[in-house]
């Protein structure tokens, strides 16, 4: 699987927050009855890289917000996300990872 990705970090109060889409879905927004999914630029547009990277980054978050297909299937296949909690908006794919810490 390959295509590149938006991967952007936030640490917050000792969160480690990831942003991470599909680049084609930079800066778009989807709708689908009442529910709104802004890819925004400001919020996701970090560094652009492949999708294979994205388990570095999914390892060192504590909270992820993940857009797209590319990213969505790689977050599933390394098990941080279940497919069975993932939004479809406009059939574009959403989740949110948070992990507890105990």
Request: charged content about 35%; aromatic content about 10%; hydrophobic content about 35%.
């Given at each position: 699987?390959?295509?590149?990705i938006?991967?952007?970090?936030?640490r917050v109060q000792?969160?480690?927050?990831?942003?991470?889409?599909?680049e084609?879905?930079l800066g778009k927004?989807?709708r689908?009855?009442?529910l709104?999914?802004?890819v925004k630029?400001?919020?996701?547009?970090g560094?652009l890289v492949?999708?294979?990277?994205?388990g570095?980054f999914?390892?060192e978050?504590?909270?992820?917000?993940l857009?797209?297909?590319?990213v969505i299937?790689?977050a599933?296949?390394l098990?941080?996300?279940?497919?069975?909690?993932v939004?479809?908006?406009?059939?574009?794919?959403h989740?949110?990872?948070a992990k507890m810490?105990?």
């Open positions: 699987m390959s295509g590149k938006y991967v952007k970090i936030y000792g969160e480690v927050l990831l942003a991470a889409c599909d084609e879905l927004t989807f689908e009855g009442e709104k999914l802004e630029e400001r919020f996701y547009k560094e492949d999708v294979e990277s994205l570095k999914l390892e978050a504590t909270i992820a917000n857009t797209g297909e590319r299937k790689k599933i296949e098990g941080y996300i279940d497919e069975g909690r939004l479809r908006i406009q059939g574009v794919p989740a949110q990872m810490m105990w």
